[in-house]
């Protein structure tokens, strides 16, 4: 899986075979180390359908299998993939006749595929899950649960710890309690799948009891399934953003699908038919860890193994700082940024000023900004003209909308609400309450919104020529009623002290201060400079400008 430098960009193709679904990951990986998804499938198999009695892959299975692999081979090779990374796990690592499907994927499909063990699937899905999600240094443990396996991990942002694989799956667990079941499933079947569960991972349990853990992420189309459910069954809500799944709402979910036969079962409020026959088994995993961990709830991660088969893949190529050196919502924003080819000089200039000018009101405590909220103006400002890639003259709009359908990992949806609303609002229009981006958003927002965007209106004007030619600035308090930004410059800014000039009525709005300007201006000697009016002055190292509002 070594991949090979990707200075001139490539596109990817990750593939996991699984035992209930196959997965395609495409993506193209750009010279910059951005990466863009191209697209993903999944296709319901079904590999392991009687497979886990006798450990033989039946015929029908393999067939499906390899006709559904060879359409995502050539879907690759329409996008020009130059590499697929393919990875088979319970199913197929279990079976007796493995052989036979990987030398029919082979010759079949034109697809070279490696069987992974329990473990590397583990490490491969806490990979997937963790990058999308902020973690820091708070220990969580993972769960995902497969159509032949489960595994579960724990880890924080950057570290894994414990790694394990159960033969426990959505699959499995149907074919040895549920093979033939088409009427409601008793309490009683249901009671004897969760002691065979409760038996197995016994041992397991304790050991994950010794460590420190601070929540608990769940995977895999199983638990994202069972979210979905509750959220529309019991919260009568057809929302696809649930963020979680509660312990007591998973027990009346799976109480209210045993009652009731196969064929109505496929048709429960959001429930996905193709997975309403093995859903109970799949639910009966969950809840027995849940019980034996005390776990009142999980988070949702739509991540899983082929998102993690790309973060290995990435932290293997020129490009694995990004991986190992930043953040997920940092990597996030500079994913974003690097996709739409942003101007990235300006970008930076851009974010240190508008943080220089956040850190000084603030340490003036003239006002109380929120938690978080530097972050967000840092990230805001980054990704602030990301837009002109589309149509320059349209920037903001494109920027807020790139920004919001993005759905960043690592960020809650008001923070990403924030962030492109100070990409709409960095120039021309200003964030007045009844604009149609404000309207339904929480006044909190809002207010961070307007506060953070009068400062990155400023920090934009200070670099309105794109040649960093503002060094530092600062707010320092004149009066009572006025403050004076002091913009240290490398040589004339006279554009840059036009720009600030047109947001000192805008600053007031928000911050109640009447804004005056001085621009020191440091000068190398013997280099003219030219001032206002065409004066030209020689050799003078510190020059002051001032002007008042």
């Not at 020009?80 to 088979?88: C, G, L, Q």
């Not at 473990?119 to 497969?146: C, H, M, P, Q, W």
């Not at 009101?361 to 990704?383: D, H, P, V």
């Not at 020529?465 to 403050?483: E, K, M, P, Q, W």
Request: proline share 3%; with cysteine; net charge negative.
């Amino acid at each position: 899986m070594e991949p090979e430098r990707i200075s001139e960009g490539r596109v990817v193709a990750f593939i996991d075979i699984g035992t209930n679904s196959i997965r395609l990951l495409l993506v193209r990986i750009n010279p910059n180390g951005s990466y863009f998804p191209l697209t993903k499938q999944k296709e319901t198999v079904r590999l392991g359908d009687g497979e886990f009695i006798d450990r033989i892959l039946q015929p029908k299975a393999i067939e499906r299998a390899v006709v559904v692999c060879k359409k995502f081979v050539e879907l690759a090779r329409a996008y020009r993939a130059e590499e697929i990374i393919a990875v088979a796990t319970s199913a197929t690592r279990d079976a007796s006749n493995k052989v036979q499907l990987l030398e029919m994927l082979k010759e079949e499909a034109n697809l070279e595929v490696c069987t992974i063990s329990g473990t590397e699937e583990a490490r491969l899905i806490y990979l997937g899950v963790s990058s999308g999600l902020r973690l820091g240094n708070l220990k969580a443990l993972f769960i995902d649960i497969g159509g032949g396996s489960t595994e579960v991990s724990v880890g924080d942002q950057t570290q894994c710890y414990y790694l394990y694989s159960f033969n426990l799956g959505a699959v499995r667990l149907t074919n040895m309690f549920l093979p033939e079941e088409a009427g409601p499933v008793s309490e009683e079947q249901y009671e004897q799948i969760k002691n065979h569960i409760r038996h197995k991972i016994t041992d397991v349990t304790k050991d994950l009891s010794e460590y420190d853990i601070n929540c608990s992420i769940g995977s895999s189309g199983t638990i994202e399934n069972l979210a979905r459910i509750a959220f529309i069954y019991l919260h009568k809500t057809a929302s696809e953003s649930f963020e979680k799944l509660e312990y007591e709402d998973l027990k009346k979910i799976v109480r209210a699908m045993s009652a009731i036969p196969l064929e109505e079962r496929r048709r429960f409020p959001g429930i996905n038919a193709q997975r309403a026959d093995i859903i109970i088994a799949g639910a009966a995993i969950i809840e027995t860890f849940m019980e034996e961990m005390g776990l009142s709830e999980i988070r949702i991660s739509k991540r899983g193994l082929r998102e993690g088969l790309l973060v290995d893949y990435i932290s293997k190529s020129e490009f694995s700082y990004m991986i190992t050196q930043m953040s997920v919502r940092k990597r996030s924003i500079m994913q974003l940024g690097l996709t739409c080819n942003f101007d990235e000089e300006h970008a930076h200039t851009v974010t240190r000023l508008a943080l220089e000018l956040f850190d000084s009101i603030q340490a003036l405590g003239i006002y109380k900004f929120r938690e978080g909220e530097r972050e967000l103006l840092e990230y805001g400002s980054t990704l602030h003209d990301i837009g002109t890639f589309l149509s320059y003259d349209t920037h903001q709009a494109h920027a807020y909308h790139l920004i919001r359908e993005s759905n960043l990992p690592g960020f809650h949806p008001e923070e990403i609400e924030i962030i492109a609303n100070l990409a709409y609002f960095h120039s021309k229009n200003t964030p007045k309450k009844k604009h149609p981006n404000l309207v339904g958003l929480n006044k909190d927002i809002v207010k961070s919104i307007k506060v953070l965007s009068a400062l990155l209106r400023i920090a934009e004007g200070l670099d309105r020529s794109h040649n960093g030619v503002i060094s530092h600035v600062r707010f320092y308090i004149a009066s009572t009623d006025s403050l004076v930004l002091e913009t240290h410059a490398r040589h004339e800014c006279q554009l840059e002290i036009w720009e600030v000039e047109k947001q000192k009525k805008h600053f007031k709005k928000i911050f109640g201060y009447n804004l005056q300007s001085k621009v020191i201006i440091k000068q190398d000697a013997g280099v003219p400079l030219v001032l206002e009016g065409g004066a030209e002055i020689e050799e003078l190292p510190d020059i002051e400008m001032s002007s008042k509002s």
